[in-house]
């Protein structure tokens, strides 16, 4: 084969890598081990388009990379195959979900395969399938049976926390369990009734079932997780959701909050994320302390981050759900107060909180007693008080807090400003207003300092305590949908069990529709005997989405262990993700639970490591180009861009395959698009009619997709491969743009030709000179480098830039040609191997080992000068670069041209720029 026929050369490869199991990555101990993930993806109906491979292609070239290096390499694929979408589409069809997954993964897989990529398919795993839910539900009875230890810092089996209970009670336990835990004895504990022993054990457990308010989306028919909910709409279809009170089941994430904060300084994550993560989990110090009532002995416990301010405390505020409500008001104020109370809840979280104009609140009528001066202060009810966080009551100063500034002046409260506690630079108020304490006994201290003392205080007249407060909460795991894990948990009396592990999985039942019952139960409810053999009814709820996903990355080590979920030889050896590559939107979600479980796989003993991926990286979005036509209003009549400005007309989008280079429209095709086209008129500039462009999401909503196997059809693999990687950094997000594309392909053939001169092999086995050499160590040098800092489209330009040289060169010399073969095999690796078999390799470009450059090759040891003569170049001369000045001066006037322009004279001046240029002034 003499031309670089892309399409033969890429299928070929294609059979044989897989003909030979290339990809297999097995353990061994000889070589050191990388792991190189990616986010593995939902398989939807609307297949990938270029977008999508731009992180496969990064992650596959850092794989054949490592692999070149010596490096024994796990490189797997799989599908988070669960998820709404299926099964949206299962209750308008009456398909089975597992039918259409199954179909969309088969063509993803395809499309995959089509792009050469270097996955070890044997490791293939589908969240869906029960050999892997089984191990997931397997986790979830794990995390059923453990608690957390906060003195041990660590997570225990629940076994050990009876035995504690049987012979100590609870006081003694310092665990992470619910706020209203009570205490107990071991002789109460004993004398419990089994419901009894088993609601509190429920307070413990790391997954466990409680009534909670939870974000009830009635459109979906489902909860949602908070990272589900995007202002205040489900973030899946937009559609509204409710604050709920269920019985649900949760994980206990909070009680892992220090430990997923202490543990981002680990790892080697793009800051902005680990910043998303300590926002979310939002570690905050500070102290609670109890507020005495008036004429009553319930007292009011408040969570503050600025105790040294509570000489400035003027009122008290309730959230509109404290229970402390409804007992503290007054009856004088008690209509007015719930009525408060009834339309305060109904606001958002986010609004209550962000918003500062519309402040709301309603006096109760009660006073609380201030613990240091005695004074009064009036108890009030703010939704800006949220119910769920510290402890749901605020001591307000509105001198030094904003939202209590603003609620203060609204009622006109009184703003006493503290002088003590330093000077806090963003204070809300500048003493203008109000009258000034003194703050006693913290007066003078900096802001620490006074803290420290006023806690001090506080505790040792037991009227507070430090508290660090975490805002994350408690991670819901139920879903009331049918294409989800069935959690593995049947009932008692009431009391929830963990099914034997030998049943496992517990497989879905089939139903007869995707839909909740009359009754309003999940789907699962639909199903005929679902009950254990004994004729106990099994949980209705399903597990969510990021079940199956919070621990894949250890199923790919060992994905067909019917013992384990990971065999412990091949964790140990595998241990974690080196390199993971992924989307910046599962911040939240996906990234923090796999980091939550593997953590607690850990302290159970189950696996060896606490962060599952040690580098991440978030490639950008590679965004599509739209195209626009424009219909004057109430017609079929389009009016080509620049004209639009004299019609009234309405935008709409085109496919952009209709349309073709500078934005010309295919009026042909786009009669046929549609058939209320058909009969489109249209007014034209210069005789064609241009469509207007705009870079926006690719979708297929926008008619802007561009499907990889097009681009493959046309251009090839490896060229697609090279071009989304020259697009521009990983990270960044950047247009499509398919003008670009024969660029890159143009430079593959040009490539390609350095082996082959009018359709004949030549390359030949001359010595190289040292200028080839010195563009061969060049392009290595880069190559590597960059790819070690994970910069891949600088790379791509390396090898185009030595590609031209050695055109220049004529150079067609083994010695050249073959290390720089294995350099590019990373990046598109048919034509690598092509390539490597026609240089009369016997094995694959895969087997080879990364090419070394060395220094040497790259000095730069003559410099060839142009010699100027007032302001004009008369000739050149080479000198070696580490030749004194001096030295250099002397031969510079010696030479016959200089004699010649000086007439013998001594010059005024002799001005030598090393590496560029000496100037001579007569
Ligand atoms: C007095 C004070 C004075 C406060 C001051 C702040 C500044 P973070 O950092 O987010 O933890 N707060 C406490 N519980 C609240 C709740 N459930 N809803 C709304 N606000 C609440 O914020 C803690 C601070 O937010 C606490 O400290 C409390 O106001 C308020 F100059 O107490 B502070």
């Given at each position: 084969?003499?031309?670089?026929?892309?399409?033969?050369?890429?299928?070929?490869?294609?059979k044989?890598?897989a003909?030979?199991?290339?990809?297999?990555?097995?353990?061994?101990?000889?070589?050191?081990?990388?792991y190189?993930?990616?986010?593995?993806?939902?398989?939807?109906?609307?297949?990938?388009h270029?977008?999508?491979?731009?992180?496969y292609?990064?992650?596959?070239?850092?794989?054949?990379?490592?692999?070149?290096?010596g490096?024994?390499?796990?490189?797997?694929?799989?599908?988070?195959?669960?998820?709404?979408?299926?099964?949206?589409?299962?209750?308008?069809?009456?398909?089975?979900?597992?039918?259409?997954?199954y179909?969309?993964?088969?063509?993803?897989?395809?499309?995959?395969?089509?792009?050469?990529?270097?996955f070890?398919?044997?490791k293939e795993v589908?969240?869906?399938?029960?050999?892997?839910?089984?191990?997931?539900?397997?986790?979830?009875?794990?995390?059923?049976?453990?608690?957390?230890?906060?003195?041990?810092?660590?997570?225990?089996?629940?076994?050990?926390?009876t035995?504690?209970?049987?012979?100590?009670?609870?006081?003694?336990v310092?665990?992470?369990?619910?706020?209203?835990?009570?205490?107990?004895?071991?002789?109460?504990?004993?004398?419990?009734?089994?419901?009894?022993?088993?609601?509190l054990?429920?307070?413990?457990?790391?997954?466990?079932?409680?009534?909670?308010?939870?974000?009830?989306?009635?459109?979906?028919g489902?909860?949602?997780?908070n990272?589900?909910?995007?202002?205040?709409?489900?973030?899946?279809?937009?559609?509204?959701?409710?604050?709920?009170?269920?019985?649900?089941?949760?994980?206990?994430?909070?009680?892992?909050s220090?430990?997923?904060?202490?543990?981002l300084?680990t790892i080697?994550?793009?800051?902005?994320?680990?910043?998303?993560?300590?926002n979310?989990i939002?570690?905050?110090v500070?102290?609670?302390?109890?507020?005495?009532?008036?004429?009553?002995?319930?007292?009011?416990?408040?969570?503050?981050?600025r105790?040294?301010?509570?000489y400035?405390?003027?009122?008290?505020?309730?959230?509109?759900?404290?229970?402390?409500?409804?007992?503290?008001?007054?009856?004088?104020?008690?209509?007015?107060v719930q009525?408060?109370?009834?339309q305060a809840?109904n606001?958002?979280?986010?609004?209550?909180m962000?918003?500062?104009?519309?402040?709301?609140?309603?006096?109760?009528?009660?006073?609380?007693?201030?613990?240091?001066?005695?004074?009064n202060?009036?108890?009030?009810?703010?939704?800006?008080?949220l119910?769920?966080?510290?402890?749901?009551?605020?001591?307000?100063?509105?001198a030094?807090?904003?939202?209590d500034?603003?609620?203060?002046?609204?009622?006109?409260?009184?703003?006493?400003?503290?002088?003590?506690?330093?000077?806090?630079?963003?204070?809300a108020?500048?003493?203008?207003?109000?009258?000034?304490?003194?703050?006693?006994f913290?007066?003078?201290?900096?802001?620490?300092?006074?803290?420290?003392?006023?806690?001090?205080?506080?505790?040792d007249?037991?009227?507070?305590?430090?508290?660090?407060?975490?805002?994350?909460?408690?991670?819901?795991?139920?879903r009331q949908?049918?294409?989800?894990?069935?959690?593995?948990?049947?009932?008692?009396?009431?009391?929830p069990?963990?099914?034997?592990?030998?049943?496992?999985?517990?497989?879905?039942p089939?139903i007869?529709?995707y839909?909740?019952?009359?009754?309003?139960?999940?789907?699962?409810?639909?199903?005929e005997?679902?009950?254990t053999?004994?004729?106990?009814?099994?949980?209705?709820?399903?597990?969510?989405?990021?079940?199956?996903?919070s621990?894949?990355?250890?199923?790919?080590?060992?994905?067909?262990?019917?013992?384990r979920?990971?065999?412990?030889?091949?964790?140990g050896y595998?241990e974690?993700?080196?390199?993971?590559?992924?989307?910046?939107?599962?911040?939240?979600?996906?990234?923090l639970?796999?980091?939550?479980?593997?953590?607690?796989?850990?302290?159970?003993?189950?696996?060896?490591?606490?962060?599952?991926?040690?580098?991440?990286?978030?490639q950008?979005?590679?965004?599509g180009?739209?195209n626009?036509?424009?219909?004057?209003?109430?017609?079929?009549?389009?009016v080509?861009?620049?004209?639009?400005?004299?019609?009234?007309?309405?935008?709409?989008?085109?496919?952009?395959?209709?349309?073709?280079?500078?934005?010309?429209?295919?009026?042909?095709?786009?009669?046929?698009?549609?058939?209320?086209?058909?009969?489109?008129?249209f007014?034209?500039?210069?005789?064609?009619?241009?469509?207007?462009?705009?870079?926006?999401?690719?979708?297929?909503?926008?008619?802007n997709?561009?499907?990889?196997?097009d681009?493959?059809?046309q251009?090839?693999?490896d060229?697609?491969?090279?071009?989304?990687m020259f697009?521009?950094?990983l990270?960044?997000?950047?247009?499509?743009?398919t003008?670009?594309i024969?660029?890159?392909?143009?430079?593959l053939r040009k490539?390609?030709?350095?082996?082959?001169?009018?359709?004949?092999?030549?390359?030949?086995?001359?010595?190289?000179?040292?200028?080839?050499?010195?563009?061969?160590?060049?392009?290595?040098k880069?190559?590597?480098?960059?790819?070690?800092r994970?910069?891949?489209?600088?790379?791509?330009?390396?090898?185009?830039?030595?590609?031209?040289?050695?055109a220049?060169?004529?150079?067609?010399k083994?010695?050249?040609?073959?290390?720089?073969?294995?350099?590019?095999?990373?990046?598109?690796?048919?034509?690598?191997?092509?390539?490597?078999?026609?240089?009369?390799?016997?094995?694959?470009?895969?087997?080879?080992?990364?090419?070394?450059?060395?220094?040497?090759?790259?000095?730069?040891?003559?410099?060839?000068?142009?010699?100027?003569?007032?302001?004009?170049?008369?000739?050149?001369?080479?000198?070696?670069?580490?030749?004194?000045?001096?030295?250099?001066?002397?031969e510079?006037?010696?030479s016959?041209?200089?004699?010649?322009?000086?007439?013998?004279?001594?010059?005024?001046?002799?001005?030598?720029?090393?590496?560029?240029?000496?100037?001579?002034?007569?």
């Open positions: 084969m003499a031309d670089y026929h892309f399409r033969e050369i890429e299928k070929k490869w294609q044989t890598w003909e030979r199991n290339a990809y297999k990555a097995d353990i061994d101990h000889n070589k050191p081990k990388y190189v993930l990616d986010m593995f993806p939902y398989p939807s109906g609307a297949g990938l270029v977008g999508h491979p731009l992180g292609i990064a992650s596959d070239i850092v794989a054949r990379y490592k692999k070149l290096k490096y024994n390499v796990l490189h797997p694929m799989g599908f988070d195959a669960f998820g709404l979408p299926a099964e949206q589409y299962a209750i308008q069809t009456g398909q089975h979900p597992a039918k259409t997954t179909e969309n993964l088969d063509r993803y897989k395809h499309q995959l395969n089509n792009i050469g990529f270097s070890d398919w044997d589908q969240t869906c399938d029960p050999d892997y839910y089984k191990w997931t539900q397997w986790i979830f009875m794990q995390l059923f049976d453990s608690w957390y230890d906060n003195k041990a810092n660590k997570a225990r089996p629940v076994s050990e926390l035995e504690l209970f049987a012979a100590e009670g609870n006081s003694t310092n665990a992470a369990c619910d706020e209203d835990t009570p205490l107990f004895s071991a002789e109460e504990w004993t004398g419990f009734s089994e419901k009894e022993q088993a609601d054990l429920l307070k413990y457990r790391l997954t466990y079932l409680s009534e909670a308010v939870v974000n009830w989306c009635p459109a979906l489902t909860v949602l997780a990272d589900e909910v995007k202002d205040g709409v489900s973030e899946r279809g937009g559609h509204p959701v409710e604050r709920k009170k269920m019985l649900q089941w949760s994980m206990r994430i909070t009680a892992y220090q430990r997923l904060l202490d543990g300084d080697d994550w793009p800051e902005p994320m680990k910043e998303i993560q300590r979310w939002g570690r905050s500070g102290a609670e302390v109890d507020f005495s009532v008036e004429g009553s002995d319930r007292k009011i416990r408040v969570f503050t981050t105790i040294d301010t509570i400035g405390v003027t009122y008290l505020a309730l959230a509109p759900e404290s229970e402390l409500v409804d007992e503290l008001t007054a009856d004088t104020h008690r209509e007015e009525a408060y109370v009834a809840k606001r958002s979280e986010r609004d209550r962000s918003d500062v104009k519309t402040v709301s609140g309603s006096f109760t009528g009660a006073y609380a007693i201030h613990p240091f001066s005695g004074e202060i009036p108890i009030w009810v703010a939704d800006y008080v119910g769920g966080y510290g402890t749901g009551a605020v001591m307000a100063v509105p030094h807090d904003t939202r500034y603003a609620f203060a002046k609204h009622f006109d409260l009184p703003i006493v400003e503290v002088v003590s506690g330093g000077n806090i630079e963003e204070e108020f500048d003493g203008k207003e109000g009258t000034i304490v003194n703050s006693d913290l007066n003078g201290l900096p802001v620490q300092a006074a803290i420290a003392k006023a806690i001090a205080y506080v505790e007249n037991k009227i507070g305590k430090g508290k660090i407060n975490y805002r994350q909460r408690d991670a819901v795991f139920g949908r049918y294409w989800g894990e069935p959690v593995p948990v049947f009932y008692v009396d009431g009391i069990h963990l099914l034997p592990e030998s049943s496992l999985p517990l497989t879905l089939e007869d529709r839909l909740p019952t009359e009754t309003g139960e999940p789907p699962l409810g639909r199903a005997n679902w009950k053999d004994e004729g106990h009814p099994l949980e209705l709820s399903t597990m969510p989405g990021w079940a199956g996903s621990w894949y990355f250890f199923r790919y080590m060992d994905p067909r262990n019917n013992e979920f990971v065999g412990k030889q091949a964790q595998w974690n993700v080196d390199l993971y590559i992924g989307g910046a939107e599962h911040a939240t979600g996906h990234l639970y796999s980091r939550f479980w593997t953590m607690f796989l850990y302290d159970r003993g189950f696996v060896t490591v606490q962060e599952p991926f040690k580098k991440l990286i978030n950008g979005m590679i965004q180009r739209s626009f036509v424009y219909r004057v209003k109430d017609s079929n009549t389009f080509s861009y620049n004209l639009t400005k004299d019609f009234d007309v309405v935008p709409m989008h085109a496919d952009v395959s209709l349309v073709g280079e500078n934005d010309v429209l295919d009026i042909q095709a786009f009669r046929q698009w549609r058939p209320d086209l058909a009969d489109a008129e007014v034209l500039e210069d005789g064609r009619y241009i469509c207007g462009a705009e870079i926006e999401k690719m979708s297929k909503s926008k008619y997709v561009i499907n990889p196997d681009m493959i059809d251009y090839g693999a060229t697609l491969r090279m071009y989304e697009l521009g950094p990270e960044d997000s950047k247009p499509w743009n003008n670009g024969t660029g890159v392909s143009g430079f490539f390609w030709n350095l082996f082959y001169k009018k359709r004949e092999f030549s390359v030949t086995d001359d010595k190289p000179t040292a200028d080839e050499l010195k563009v061969l160590h060049k392009t290595l880069k190559v590597e480098e960059d790819i070690e994970f910069s891949f489209n600088t790379t791509v330009s390396a090898f185009m830039i030595c590609t031209n040289e050695l220049a060169l004529k150079c067609r083994r010695q050249i040609l073959e290390p720089l073969v294995i350099a590019l095999s990373p990046y598109a690796p048919h034509l690598a191997e092509e390539l490597w078999q026609a240089l009369g390799n016997s094995g694959s470009v895969l087997e080879a080992t990364f090419p070394e450059w060395s220094e040497e090759h790259l000095k730069d040891d003559v410099h060839e000068y142009p010699i100027s003569i007032n302001g004009k170049m008369r000739t050149k001369i080479a000198f070696p670069v580490d030749m004194p000045k001096e030295e250099m001066e002397k510079v006037l010696a016959e041209v200089v004699q010649k322009w000086t007439e013998g004279k001594p010059p005024k001046k002799v001005i030598i720029v090393p590496k560029k240029i000496v100037n001579v002034v007569v």
